[in-house]
Each structure stands twice: as structure tokens, then as C-alpha cells.
């Protein structure tokens, strides 16, 4: 009998292009996945891999430089986030904005949080751009979407790794891409700076005044990937912001698949790019499909089994 193969892509913002090098190099291994889920960027790859855009996204993606990422940006001034989110979506919009999920082949859900409660919402009917747009809904950098009387935002708040929703829509083995593996390598976590100046009171160092908000250099900052070290000096409010998206991912991932682990999981090598490094495509999805190529011998055990 033929397993069902469920396919997992986690969470990671800009790292989640390494997603689409890991479906090419599936499908050159003759792997099609019979379900797709996915949180957050995982959701918007995978609605482009079961919608068949696939390789209009992963055009777009690379020719992406620093500046047109920047133009995407769509400032919101409703206070619950700071961007949209709908430019960045518009290749959606053309494509596959109207359809709706249930019509996708192979079957696809996007998982989402609920802001009220905190519960793990997954998005199987409905149009495919309304759940991308609520998968990927950052807290404070893009606005939460409501749906049905709630308000939902990023589900790799509560499942970065959505390999139990695979495993409930049916699927016999699960392949999980998880982005997160070595996101906090050491040259990006932050020690603390030794408490030189004045200010300072016993070990603890209190930091210069940070750059405001509204200056171009915070945000132009958002761009550089995390460089949170102790030679550097204080993070940022935006390196502190993404550091810490990395440090709560890293945990949860951890946590969720040690309760519902993978039949095998893809590690793409991801640590160097950082979260808002979506001009850096082409090095996200070539490791995307290094990692593939690296689990091949198990991936082929794997299938085989139903053989």
C-alpha cells in the first residue's frame, strides 16, 4: 500500500526559502507529498507549491534585492502592527487569492494563532490568501487578520513545525523542514557588555539610549541580521525584537517535536540569514536543497517502507 506522505514546513521568515529548494529537490527524488502544512512562511511556500506558483515565487524570491524588500513594506497605522503585509502577498493576489484552500491539490493548511486564547487554529477552507496573510501575521511587525470573530496572527507562535497537523489529515509519515535548527548559533546570541560606565549599579550595565523608532538607521537595521554579541555592544530594539522571535522558535520547535516527533526531518543550514533577509533567496534556497540531498538515503528507506 502507498503511504500518505505529510510534509511539514516550519516557520522562519526570510529562512523560509530554503522551503522551495527543499520541494525541487523532492520531487527530483520522486517524493510528492500527498499533504502540505505549514506555519507561517512554510504556509505561504507551501500554498504556492499546491497551488501550482511554485516557480513564479521562487522567481520572484530571487530577484528580490535589499531595496525592493524595503518597498514592500506597507506602514499600518492601526497600532496592533506595523505593516500589512499585502504587498508583500501580491503574487498571491493574481494567482490564487480568490481560490480557495479546500480546491489545492495536494491537500494544504496553514496553521495559525488565535490572539484571544492562545489556541493553535488550523486553516483548511477558505480562501488561500486570507490564511497565508494570518499565518505569517508576525506579532508587532505585521497586523493581525480577523477571521469568524477572531483575531489571528503568526502560527509559529504555538506550532513552528506543524507535524501533528499532518499526521491528523491523514498522513502515514511526516517529513519535517524545520528552519530553526541552528538559528541560535554563537555568534548571535548576546552576552550581556561588561558594566564599564557610570550609570552602571553592581553587574548590571545599564545601555546607552537606543536609536529612536522613527530614525531610518533602527529600521534600516531590521535588514542586517541578527548581530546580537558582546563585541558589537547593546542590541538594537530590532536586534533584540528578532533574537528573541529566535530564541521562543527554537524552544517551542524543540518542545513540539520532541512530543510528536517527524518520521525525518530536513535541517537546512540557516543560522547566517537573518529574519527580514528575504534578498538573500538564492543562498536560502540552495541550502534548502543541500539539505534535501543530505537526508536522501533516509528519505529513500523512508518511502520505501511502502513500497
Not at 200 to 226: C, H, I, K, M, Y
Amino acid at each position: 500500500m502507498k503511504l500518505r506522505i505529510g510534509l511539514a514546513l516550519g516557520s522562519g521568515s526570510a529562512r523560509g526559502w530554503a522551503h522551495i529548494g527543499v520541494l525541487e529537490t523532492l520531487a527530483e527524488q520522486g517524493i510528492r507529498p500527498d499533504i502540505v502544512a505549514g506555519a507561517s512562511i512554510g504556509a505561504l511556500v507551501g500554498a504556492a507549491y499546491c497551488g501550482g506558483v511554485l516557480d513564479e515565487l521562487k522567481a520572484w524570491a530571487a530577484s528580490l534585492g535589499r531595496l525592493d524588500v524595503m518597498r514592500m513594506l506597507d506602514w499600518s497605522m492601526s497600532g496592533s502592527g506595523l505593516l500589512h503585509g499585502r504587498r508583500a502577498l501580491h503574487l498571491f493576489n493574481d494567482r490564487l487569492g480568490p481560490r480557495p484552500i479546500e480546491g489545492l491539490s495536494p491537500r494544504f493548511a496553514a496553521v495559525a494563532t488565535d490572539l484571544g486564547n492562545g489556541r493553535e487554529i488550523w486553516l483548511t477552507e477558505g480562501p488561500v490568501l486570507d490564511a497565508v496573510r494570518a499565518s505569517i501575521a508576525l506579532p508587532g511587525l505585521f497586523t493581525p487578520v480577523q477571521s469568524h470573530g477572531r483575531w489571528l496572527v503568526d502560527g509559529g507562535l504555538v506550532n513552528p513545525v506543524p507535524v501533528s497537523v499532518c499526521r491528523a489529515l491523514g498522513a502515514d509519515v511526516v517529513i519535517a523542514v524545520n528552519l530553526n535548527g541552528d538559528i541560535l548559533s554563537r555568534r548571535q546570541r548576546h552576552t550581556p557588555t561588561p558594566a564599564t560606565d557610570p550609570a552602571s549599579t553592581g553587574d548590571l550595565a545599564v545601555p546607552p539610549p537606543q536609536t529612536p523608532l522613527w530614525n531610518p538607521r533602527a529600521w534600516a537595521s531590521l535588514f542586517q541580521g541578527e548581530r546580537t554579541t558582546a563585541e558589537t555592544g547593546p542590541p538594537g530594539l530590532f536586534d533584540v525584537t528578532a533574537t528573541a522571535i529566535n530564541i521562543m522558535q527554537d524552544r517551542i520547535t524543540r518542545s513540539r517535536m520532541a512530543g510528536d516527533p517527524p518520521d525525518a526531518q530536513i535541517s537546512p543550514r540557516l543560522g547566517h540569514i537573518g529574519l527580514m533577509d528575504f534578498h538573500r533567496a538564492r543562498e536560502a534556497i540552495e541550502e534548502g536543497h543541500a539539505a534535501t540531498e543530505r537526508m536522501q538515503p533516509e528519505l529513500a528507506r523512508l518511502i520505501g517502507r511502502g513500497e
